[in-house]
Structures are given as C-alpha cells and as structure tokens.
C-alpha cells in the first residue's frame, strides 16, 4: 500500500498537509485506512468461525492499522517531514467502549491474531451506543457518566445484511455494521460484525431506569453495554439483549452458509461457533429454532447439526458469569426459545438420567453454562490451573460426563499491540537484537542469549526509561499527576473487584506510610499505580476505590512520605491509558485470590514488557512462573488448593486475622478519625467492617506475607544488574503468550479452518 499525505491533504482539503490540524489529519488517516480495507478480500475457507461475544474491547484502530498495513514508519515520517506528531493525531482517535474488562479485551486480541495467521473468522456482537461508562472522580469517588462514542468515530461501515428478530409480543429489524480486523503483513482481513436496531433512538440517553414498554425496547435495546444487573429489570433488559444478539448472529450463520454452497444439514462442515462466556449461549436453542421452524428439520436433526457447530469457553468461576435465567424470564423475552429450552432439558435428562446437578433447566431456572456443555462440543477454560478447577471441582459432573469436550487454551495477547504499538522503544531494541523476524514468529527466546551482555542490557534499560518518560507525560497531561523521574513504577490496573485485591496493595500502603512515618526512608521513590472502573452497582468495590483515592490524597499532602511514595489512581483507565502505562512498569501486580482469577492478561503484557511479576499462584501467573523460573518472579500466598478448602469447610475467620496486631493497625487505619473526616465515612466504616468480619477474598490471610515479598522486590530493584536479567528473562519467555499461539491450538483442537 503506498500513501501519498501530501497529494491527499491538497486533493481533499486544497491545503498543504502542514496547515492541517491534528483531528483533521487523525480522520484524514482512518478515511485512508478504511478505503484501502475495503477494496481487501475476506480470508476465504469453506468452514468459517464465528466468535460471538457480548463484548470486544478492541481499543483504538489507527495505530494498530497502520501497523498492520506496514505503512506506520512511513506515516510517521511524512507526517513529521510537515511538522506533525503522529503521536499526537493518535490521541486524537475516539476509544470505542465496547467492552468491560478481560473477556472483551481477550476477544479483541483473538480477532487480530485469527486475522494476522489468516484464518477465515469473524467477530459477531451488539453495536451499543454508549459503551462501558466514562469513570471520573468527584470527591475521591467513582461517578459514571454515559460514554458515547458513535457519533465521533469512523471505522463502522453499513453492510448490506439485515434481519428480523421476534421477541414475545413484539418485532425489531436489525442492522448490521462491520469493522474491517486487518492482519499483520495480510492482503486479506476478517470483520467485526455489530448488530444494531433499525428503530434505535439515541435521544432516549442517558436514562437508569428501564422501561419494558415494547415499543420502547424496540429503541433502547442497544443503547447500553449490557446494564446493570444488579436488579431485577437491568437482568431481564440483558436477556432481551442477549436474544438480540444470538438471533442476529444464528440468521447470519445460515445465510452465509448458504451462500458458500451448505444445504444447511451439512452445517457443521459451514460453521463453527465460539461462544465467549454464558452471553451468547442462546445461540444453541435459536440455531435450533430456526433449522426447525424455518428449515423444515426434525427436532433431533437439528440438534444434531447444532451439537457439531457450537463449543464454549467459560472465562471465570465466579458466579456472575455463569448466568442463570428465570425460564419465566425468556418466556417473556422469546417464547419459542423457552419451549426449546425445555425441550433441550428433557433429552438431556432422557441421555444422562435426570441427574439435577447437570440439568439445565432445574426449580424454574435455567442455567445457560450447563446447556452450553450439553450442547456444545467442545468447553475451555483459559488457563492451565483454571481449566484444572473446572475439571475437578466446579464443573466435576460435566468433566465425569464428557471428558473429551475438555480442554485448556490459555490466553494470550497480541504482539501487535502490545508492543509494536505501546512500545516503540522495545520493539527497535528487539529488532537490533534480534532481527525483525519475531514480529512474525513472536519468538524472543534468541534475547536469552544476551542475559549477560551489558550493552544489550543497557539499551532494555533505555528502553524502559524511554517508556517511563511517555508514561510520565501522559499522566501529566490526562491525569495533571506529576511522576519522580527516579521512581520505581509498581501498577496494578484491571476492573476493580475484590477478588483481585486492590484492597490488600490499599493496606500495604498503609503499612508503607506508616513505615516511613516511623523513619524508615526508602532507597528511591516508590509510585504505586491503579487503573480500573468497577460496576456502578458494586458497592464495596466504590468504596475500594474512595479508599485509594484517599490515600493518594493524603499521602500527596504528607511532606514526610510525599517525596517517597506516592499513589495514583488513573482515571478512565481503559485500551488507550493501557498502552501508556504497561510498558513503563516496573512490577507487575497479580495478586488475586489463588484459585479466582481465571488467567488475567495484563500479566502477560507486562512480562511482554520486562516488568517483574509479583504474584499470587493464581491463573496464568502459575505458568509465567515455570517459564521464567523462581529467580526471576516473586510469589507468595495461601495456594489455590487451601484456599478451595477454606471455603468448602467454612473456615476462614476473617475476624480472627483482622485481631492479629500487625493487621488490626492496618485495617484499622481505614477508619481513622482523619480519614473519616476528610472522606465519606459510610464508605469508610462499611469497608473497615467488609474487611475486619468478611473479607471474603482473603486479603487479610496473606497480607502479611504480602509485605514481606513486596519489601523484598523493592530491595532487589536495587541490585540493578540483577533486576535488569530479570526482566530480560521476562521478556524473553514471553512469547508463549503471543495470542497467535493461542488461536493456533483453538483452531487445531477445536475450529479446524
Ligand atoms: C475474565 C477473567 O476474569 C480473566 O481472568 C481472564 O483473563 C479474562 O476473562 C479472559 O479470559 N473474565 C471476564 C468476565 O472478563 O466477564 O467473566
């Protein structure tokens, strides 16, 4: 592809590229990239994936395109031959907020690498208008407001299909946009595809409260990323979505089967369906549906066809993801499917002898994981230990049943971005070092062999530095917090929840702040980073995050401890503050309750990008730590196994270990007189009790051990050498979680494109 800025910018503009401005020329751009995407093929095949997910968290696409296209450097330099920063057009890109946390962001991932090795795939899922909320802080608390992001953005083309849904009582027409997901060094692409209403009405936002009037759902429907569940209307608006968006999805399926030559019993051969997480699992009863219904197929045919084609991946074990519905609930939202439901309920009882602990629909409840096992060929878990704890504990019954469907596909994450793209300096560095071959192979295990090479060492250094000093700029000017150049960088950023323990590095710092009180000053500046957005409906996880933003108030007004720790809560931390801030860390935080995270993902992007991993046994930490080897990771904490028994044998006193001195000081600090003061004293008071009586995720079980490990992960920093092979090491063995591995076994194992 050959680009000429300058012809372009006179052609459309009559003006010299210098004079544009930098919004001008961010559009100009993805104008550019749009038109060349669409004179691209599709990746061809006969049998072709369809990964359906109620979230894609994909981020901005400029960047990432040019890189794609081969074009960036080239970009890069006519733009700065007129006087312009590429950088600078970037940030001028409109984030789309497609998506909440993990899951989205791995499926965005998925859809680069299935793109990048050419396999014929699509993304399939809801267009909303406003996306996850804009998080800001208004008296150290998190307020939401409506992000929407339609209007300003440029990748979405209109396509040609459409379809009609029926929902009990009423009838929508959708339509359908699709996002063109280029590959890496590919003349071919893939699509994004994103069902919208026909009859949406943007006037209707923001609104909190929902109304079922159907001529209302008919404009409202996909407004939102899926609301708020928190009760009972915000559930059922999610099955409307949810029935929406399988729908949708099913008609596609046939339709372009169809077209490239099935007779529709030959589906399988057409067809495979991912289903990411519980979200989509309706597409199992409406493919039956529509083979039946519309097709003119027997009922057990057409759950034959459909057993072949659909396979399941299950992204937590926490109990919010496997979703149950009410069967009265999807009696409302798409009767026909309710009939189907339970029709798909008694063959299954009629097959494996009515054994209600694997039922799908038991006491009037539907439980969407269990017909996704039943009915779907194939389940995974994201990480080996993950995958384990489905197999032997959560899922046991399943895995008795079916031990073939099983199978581990730990995540990855995709090199394209998360180091081409967020870190120019380490990928120059690679490609001195190494070549440029591991853009293709993401292999970096060649830079082992420079772990005692000084110079090479010294340029990772610089690298690093260079990284911190795009962080630093980027937190001035988004967040008006100035970074120590000196400072050590130690980040924990991901949805705030409290199994991932944002409240155990919240003690620690007050652990910290009472050391340093005590005169124990630290060799170097220590700057703690948080980013993440937790559900409006989550209370305890509002009051995580009023508490850190206390902390970093009051240690920020503390002349003592000031000038050697500080605390940073990033605000709307979402793809775009990610790619700032993980190349420049440090530490690497990852300390979930062991046996609760089901692999995480930020992990692997900040090993990608040479920070030390502290850690918990949890996810996929437990194979980052085998990799790397001890010398190179800092573990610590109750191992997945006890913590399993603690819950089994309720027998974790929380109470007991808040009465612990060391500890009690610590909690207690969370409600001292000052703080409540100065914050929100419910707030305050309710996490102090939440943690001294609950404490449900553990923390206080292992903070102890916590502070230990942390202490010696500061004091090592200061042996440089060492830190800096560690970090080598770290970099080195990361390519074991290049998303183009991941993809490679799903579709050997499972796809088969
Ligand atoms: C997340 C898991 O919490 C995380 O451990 C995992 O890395 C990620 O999925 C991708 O597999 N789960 C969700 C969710 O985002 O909504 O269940």
New binding site residues.
């Given amino acids: 592809m050959k680009i000429d800025l300058e012809a372009r910018s006179q052609e459309k503009f009559g003006r010299p590229l210098a004079e544009l401005d930098d919004t001008t020329i961010c559009t100009m751009l993805e104008d550019i990239v749009r038109e060349h995407a669409a004179t691209m093929p599709l990746n061809e095949g006969k049998r072709r994936l369809y990964y359906l997910s109620a979230e894609f968290l994909i981020g901005r696409l400029l960047t990432n395109n040019l890189i794609e296209l081969g074009v960036y450097d080239d970009v890069k330099a006519q733009l700065a031959a007129a006087g312009h920063d590429l950088g600078a057009v970037e940030e001028r890109e409109v984030e789309p907020s497609l998506g909440?946390?993990?899951?989205?962001r791995?499926a965005a991932c998925f859809l680069d690498s299935i793109a990048t090795l050419g396999l014929p795939g699509d993304g399939v899922g809801l267009n909303y208008h406003y996306g996850l909320f804009h998080q800001r802080f208004v008296d150290l608390q998190q307020a939401a407001e409506p992000d929407g992001w339609l209007d300003r953005q440029d990748w979405l083309v209109k396509d040609e299909k459409a379809y009609t849904v029926e929902f009990g009582g009423f009838t929508v027409k959708s339509r359908l946009y699709d996002i063109d997901v280029l590959g890496y060094g590919r003349t071919t692409k893939n699509r994004l595809r994103l069902f919208d209403l026909e009859s949406v009405d943007d006037s209707l936002v923001p609104v909190n409260s929902i109304d079922f009037d159907k001529g209302e759902l008919a404009k409202n429907l996909t407004l939102f990323l899926y609301p708020d569940d928190s009760d009972d209307a915000g559930r059922l608006l999610r099955v409307y979505q949810e029935y929406f968006m399988v729908s949708n999805a099913a008609q596609l399926i046939l339709d372009e089967a169809v077209e490239r030559g099935s007779n529709l019993h030959d589906l399988p051969d057409y067809a495979v369906v991912q289903i990411n997480?519980t979200h989509p699992s309706m597409v199992i009863p409406e493919l039956v549906r529509l083979l039946v219904d519309v097709h003119g197929f027997e009922f057990d045919e057409a759950v034959s066809v459909v057993r072949r084609m659909v396979a399941y991946t299950n992204?937590?074990i926490?109990a919010e993801?496997l979703e149950k519905w009410p069967l009265e609930s999807l009696k409302t939202v798409a009767p026909r499917i309710a009939e189907i439901v339970v029709k798909l309920d008694e063959l299954e009882r009629a097959e494996n002898g009515s054994n209600d602990a694997v039922a799908i629909v038991r006491d009037g409840v539907v439980h969407m994981a269990h017909m996704a096992i039943h009915y779907g060929f194939s389940i995974n878990g994201?990480a080996a230990l993950h995958t384990k704890i489905l197999e032997d504990t959560e899922l046991h019954p399943f895995y008795e049943l079916y031990p073939e469907k099983f199978s581990n596909k730990t995540?990855g994450i995709t090199f394209r971005r998360w180091i081409m793209d967020a870190n120019p300096a380490l990928s120059g560095v690679l490609d001195d070092v190494l070549g440029t071959d591991w853009r293709t192979s993401c292999d970096l295990s060649g830079l082992l062999a420079f772990k005692d090479d000084d110079a090479v060492l010294a340029r990772l250094d610089d690298a690093k530095s260079e990284a911190k000093a795009g962080m630093r700029e980027f937190l001035w000017e988004t967040q008006g917090v100035r970074i120590p150049e000196d400072a050590i960088i130690d980040v924990q950023v991901k949805r705030i929840h409290e199994y991932k323990r944002q409240q155990m590095l919240a003690l620690y710092i007050i652990w910290k702040y009472l050391d340093i009180k005590n005169g124990n000053i630290p060799a170097r500046p220590l700057t703690i980073i948080f980013g993440g957005k937790a559900a409006p409906a989550y209370t305890i996880a509002q009051d995580i995050i009023h508490l850190i933003l206390l902390l970093s108030r009051w240690i920020a007004a503390d002349p003592v401890v000031s000038p050697h720790l500080q605390v940073v809560m990033i605000e709307n931390y979402n793809v775009s503050a990610a790619e700032r801030v993980i190349p420049a860390a440090d530490i690497s935080e990852q300390i979930s309750l062991a046996s609760k995270?089901?692999?995480?993902?930020s992990n692997m992007k900040f090993m990608l990008n040479g920070a030390v991993t502290l850690c918990t046994l949890d996810?996929a930490n437990v194979e980052i730590a085998d990799l790397v080897g001890d010398e190179n990771i800092y573990t610590f904490g109750t191992s997945s196994k006890e913590v399993e028994r603690l819950y089994a044998e309720h027998a974790y006193d929380a109470h007991a270990h808040y009465l612990r001195p060391g500890v009690k000081l610590l909690v207690d600090f969370i409600a001292n007189p000052a703080f409540l003061a100065l914050g929100n004293a419910e707030r305050l008071h309710r996490l102090h009790d939440d943690m001294a009586w609950k404490d449900w995720f553990m923390a206080l079980l292992d903070i102890e051990e916590y502070i230990q490990k942390k202490e010696q992960v500061l004091a090592d920093y200061e042996n440089r050498d060492a830190w800096r092979k560690k970090s080598l090491v770290n970099i080195a063995k990361a390519g074991a979680f290049s998303s183009d591995r991941t993809i490679r076994q799903y579709n050997e194992d499972i796809w088969h494109l």
């Fill in positions: 909440n946390g993990g899951l989205g791995l997480d992204h937590t926490l993801a994201v995540n995270e089901a692999s995480g993902t996810g």
